[in-house]
């Protein structure tokens, strides 16, 4: 099991930016998932080990950029012009990379953070 912990989540109001961090304890192929209200878990962004590859729900492309610096064991998620919709628990998720993990399925994840709060106001 990987060891993951979510932060930077916050009230932001529509159009505005957040940079959400997650600590994990050893390098995997990550991703990004989002659970709002009334809604099932969302995948939202997965970045390999190296960083060089990553995917994106078509959803968010262009809004959300995910990266990450191996150095400090974080994986990030950059949002951007944020929306009301976007207001939801933000989660951390680590898989094996021999799995399919690029498909941002929830079933294809092992381990997970315990989440981080974004509300976006309009």
């Known amino acids: 099991q990987v060891q993951l912990a979510e932060s930077g989540g916050g009230s932001v109001q529509a159009g505005g930016s957040l940079r959400l961090s997650c600590v994990a304890s050893?390098?995997?192929?990550m991703a990004w998932f989002r659970q709002s209200p009334g809604k099932e878990r969302e995948g939202l962004a997965g970045?390999?080990?190296?960083?060089?590859?990553?995917r994106y729900a078509d959803s968010v492309k262009g809004r959300l950029t995910i990266s990450r610096d191996n150095a400090k064991n974080t994986i990030y998620l950059d949002m951007n012009n944020l929306e009301a919709e976007d207001t939801g628990m933000y989660y951390c998720?680590?898989?094996?990379?021999?799995?399919?993990?690029?498909?941002?399925?929830?079933?294809?994840?092992?381990?997970w953070g315990q989440g981080t709060q974004v509300t976006v106001s309009s």
């Open positions: 998720a680590a898989a094996h990379c021999s799995g399919m993990w690029y498909q941002l399925q929830s079933e294809s994840f092992h381990s």
């Open positions: 050893g390098a995997s192929c």
């Open positions: 970045i390999n080990p190296g960083g060089g590859y990553k």
